[in-house]
Structure formats: C-alpha cells, structure tokens
C-alpha cells in the first residue's frame, strides 16, 4: 500500500504495508501484539512507548479504522483471535454454556457474547453498546464533478460534524466495494483503504475573502464542501471517444478514482460493480500534550468507547475459568447509524439485539421456552451505553453548568438528563457507580444546562424498547465532532478498567439492591 510520508508519524507497520524508510514490502512475518513497531508520539524526537497498553492497542485500532466497515472487521479479527465462534443470523445456531460467540450485520454492526457456564433461563444480561460510525464525508452515488479545471468529488454530509475542520486537511477515501469475482459467476465484498493523501478542501485565500475574521467561516455545505481531486486531463476527441466507450459504466465517479480503487483492489476497474466511500482523515491517531498524555484521533466518538467495551469483553473471559462462576451473559453491541438517528437495519433502532437475546435464550433452553422467558431475561438485564462524554473546554467553561464539569482524565461520566435524553435513572447510576468504587475507579457526573438543548444517544433508545435498565456513560472529550478529537490517555485505562470490572463483578452488585418488592 502507498506510504503516508508525513514528519509526524504513527503508523503501525504490517507486513502487507510499506517500508517506512525504502518503500518496499516487509518480509517479516505477522507480528505478535508484544512484537509490534510502533510510534506512537506525534512528535518524532519522542521516545515513549507503550507495547502492553491498551491505549497503544487503542491507537492500533483507530489507525485500522479509518470506517465503521473497517472497525467491525477489525474487531472481528480480534474477536476470532481470542476464540470466539462466528455465527450467521440466517443459520442455526447451536449456542453452549461458556461458548463465546459474535456475529455481525452489513459489516458495520457486531455483536458478541460470552455466556456464563452457570447460565439458566431468565438469568440476565450484561450488556455494553456503543457505536462504530462518526460524523463524516460521503461520497455521492454520483461524484464525478468538475469545476474550472479540476477535476473533484461530489460528497454528501454524515451527521452533525464541524464541517469547517475538514477544511486543508490530508484527505483520502476508504470503505467498502463490491467486485465481481474472476470467474463472473459471484460478487466479492471487499474493503479498501487508500492511505496515501488523494483529497484536498482547499479554503479561500484571505486576500479574496477579507472579512472571514470577522464574520466567521461559513461555507455553503453543498458548493464549498467539494474535494479535490486531481487537475483535469484534456483529452483528444479520439482519446475521449474510446474512454467514453470504456468507462461508460464507470462513469459515475472519475476515472482516475477508479483507477486508484482498482490498484488498491489488485483488480480490473471494470470489475467494481458498486462503492460505498467515506473521504478520510490520513493523519494517524497519536499521543500528544506536554506529558503525551492526550490523544489526537479523528473518530474518538465513538471508536473509543467500542474499543474499549469490545477488550473489556475479550479480556473478561479470555482464561477457562473466567465464565466458571457466571450466571449471566457478557455482551458488547456495536451498532452504526448512531449519528443520524439509528433507524437502520444495522442501528440501535432495529431489534438487533434483542433478537440475539431471544434467540441466545431459545437455544440455551432447547427451544423450549418456558413462560415469559424472555421478559424475566429483560427485567434481570442491565445495558451499559456508552458514547463520548463532553469534557469543560477551558476557553468555554461558561458552556457547561457549573457543577457539572467533567475533566479529562478523572474517570468516566455518568449523563443524566430530567427529560429522558439520557436512560440514566438513579438506580441505574448508584449500580454502575457502585462498580467503579468497588474497584477504586473514578466517576463524574454530567448534566446539561437549563438554556441549552441536550444530545442524545442509543441509551433511550434501547431503554424504551423492551424496558431494559440502562445507564447513560462515556469518556469525557474535546472538539467533539471534529476530524481530530482529543481525550485523555488516562480515561482509555479507567474505561477499559471500568467496563471488564462490570462485566466481572456486576452479577453481585445487583444482588444487593432491589426496587420492585
């Protein structure tokens, strides 16, 4: 693959990636987790490492997920690593006590699962949601365009981003295509990631827009939003003529895009039938600040809340005897579609996961379900949904209320929102607060203010569709929604801490309290 040559590095060099000093392919072998090269500073003359953390596997991850398609099939990869079976939803599953399992959806949404060996129907669930999209730009099902003598990409926005931040930034495409296979009898889903810088927003010179500073960066979102691609090739009229004839099936997007994809593929370019493209940020995620103890990443909201649930999970039951003592079933649902609402097939808004409970207690039982099975599994279940939290902004403290702050690095925080924008209820709080003192783990806690509109995400959602108690949480950020995000390095390790700890401890603590007598 084409090598990103920037002077602030960190690339996590595989095998089937360039050579950072010759541009040639490695030779060596697929490395181990403890054998890795890794940079992880976004300055060169740093020397920090981290080979055993999980904010350096963070980092790895990030840098894998440049889409939400590349972050499911990343943490299917992981997922197969550390044992767990793959199952299909339109097969027969044959599920076991202690089995651990995952399945995904389009390739943007997974589920996975371990059951306890103690298991018995109506036992409940422990669940930990999150999200695998971001805020971004997507290429239109049309995007060929030119503009004087550019040759640029037509785009569409993806939910609520700073657009202005995408502005001069190193730009490329990735996601997925659908290629016919060489026989021509099946189509082949593949992903593609073009890592070398392809894309460019240029914004206006001051010299012809002098009031910017004073007025504001407002672009128009559908005629200053266009990348650009390449200067456009004049061609003979014999030349334009055969391509015409050639391309024409391709003429959707830009020849040379098709060329790019095609060589990244190792396929003909009239084999791509289909694409499905984000524009991307090429700068790698890193650690940053004085002390580096910050990390700069596009897509922190939400791929650090996913990752760090889908390891909680992983590292949970990872050793036999992990699920020995379990009645319970750990999951982690990572759905897509969050940032526009999640009413999608592969979104928190259709019945996902909760046709994997159903289906999980049917077949532990036998298919024979006893009456109202599946409603005590509910009543007994608790959700953990987790997305990024907003962290003070010490140039904006008046934005938050005032006894409301939350601080990088001081812990996850607990969202709560009188008005149901948030499933957190305090029941719900105190249980998963709870878990966290056990363990000597931080917590904050966060409200919005009176005058200003509160966000949302999937917690009410999932909390109102078959009732199941739910705890709003996340970790607390920076420039929410920007192409590069910042979070503390700390609150990586108290989430991931928090989140195993729940899903080890949480059938105890749930003992202790009860609501309905």
Known sequence: MALITRPHTLLHYRSCYSSPFFNQPLSLPFPTRATRLRSFSCATNSNSTLSNSIVADLLDYLNESWTHFHATAEAKRQLVAAGFQLLKENEEWDLKPGGRYFFTRNMSCLIAFAIGQKYNVGDG?????????????????????????????????????????????????????????????????????????????????????????????????????????????????????????????KSS??????????????????????????????????????????????????????????????????????????HAVRMVALFDNEEVGSGSIQGAGAPTMFQAIRRIVGDLANNHVGESSFERTI???????????????????????????????????????????YATSGVTSFLFKEVGKIHNLPTQEFVVRNDMGCGSTIGPILASGVGIRTVDCGIAQLSMHSIREICGKEDIDIAYKHFKAFYQSFSSIDKMLTVDI
């Open 253 to 326: 997007h830009h020849p040379l895009l098709m060329q790019v994809l095609s060589d990244e593929l190792n396929c003909d370019v009239d084999d791509i039938v289909s694409v499905e493209l984000n524009v991307c940020d090429t700068q790698p995620s890193c650690l940053g600040g004085g002390n580096n103890e910050f990390i700069f990443s596009g897509r922190l909201d939400n791929l650090a809340s996913s990752y760090c649930a889908l390891r909680a999970l992983i590292d949970s039951c990872e050793s036999p005897g992990d699920l020995a003592s379990e």
């Open 379 to 421: 009543r007994q279940s608790f959700l953990v949904s987790a997305d990024m939290a907003h962290g003070v902004h010490p140039n904006f403290m008046d934005k938050h209320e005032e006894h409301h702050r939350p601080e990088l690095q001081k812990g996850l925080v607990i969202k709560h929102n009188a008005n149901q924008r």
């Open 125 to 249: 669930f422990h669940v930990i949601a999150a999200h695998t999209d971001s805020p971004c730009l997507k290429l239109k099902p049309r995007s060929a365009s030119t503009k004087s003598a550019y040759s640029m990409v037509n785009v569409q926005t993806y939910g609520g981003g700073l657009w202005h931040t995408w502005f001069d930034r190193d730009l490329s495409v990735a996601g997925r295509v659908i290629v016919r296979s060489g026989s021509g009898n099946a189509y082949l889903h593949k992903l593609v990631k073009v890592k070398r810088p392809l894309l460019r927003i240029p914004t206006l010179a001051i010299h012809l827009d002098r009031t910017v500073n004073q007025d504001g960066f407002k672009p128009n979102l559908e005629t200053h939003l266009l990348p650009l691609l390449s200067m456009k090739h004049e061609e003979t009229s014999l030349e334009s003529k055969e391509k015409s004839t050639a391309m024409s099936s």
